[in-house]
Nanobody, 118 residues
Framework: QVQLVESGGGLVQAGGSLRLSCAASGSIFRFNAMGWYRQAPGKQRELVASITSGSSTNYADSVKGRFTISRDNAKNSVYLQMNSLKPEDTAVYYC????????????WGQGTQVTVSS
């Protein structure tokens, strides 16, 4: 079992920055992807950014050039630096870990609220 603990959400004005952190513990398969998803009220959960254990990254078009995902494999942690935040970035942000081989398990954090005021 894998547990994910997120931190770093909050309220920020448009144009500001926030950094989300997620620490994973438990049995994490070596080949994995760690990422961030978000869900705004009345909308489906969507991928924001992901990074594999080989450091390949993927970003939603809406955040390219503003958000940066990174990871620390020694700490089993993933981070999301969010700059130039917009009101439309307001959502609950969820940390995710996916095993890319083996059991292909998929784990979620409890979510952290990000609110961007105009």
């Amino acid at each position: 079992q894998v547990q994910l603990v997120e931190s770093g959400g909050g309220l920020v004005q448009a144009g500001g920055s926030l950094r989300l952190s997620c620490a994973a513990s438990g049995s994490i398969f070596r080949f994995n992807a760690m990422g961030w998803y978000r869900q705004a009220p009345g909308k489906q959960r969507e991928l924001v950014a992901s990074i594999t254990s080989g450091s390949s990254t993927n970003y939603a078009d809406s955040v390219k050039g503003r958000f940066t995902i990174s990871r620390d494999n020694a700490k089993n942690s993933v981070y999301l630096q969010m700059n130039s935040l917009k009101p439309e970035d307001t959502a609950v942000y969820y940390c995710n870990v996916r095993h890319l081989l083996g059991d292909y398990a998929n784990y979620w954090g409890q979510g952290t609220q990000v609110t961007v005021s105009s």
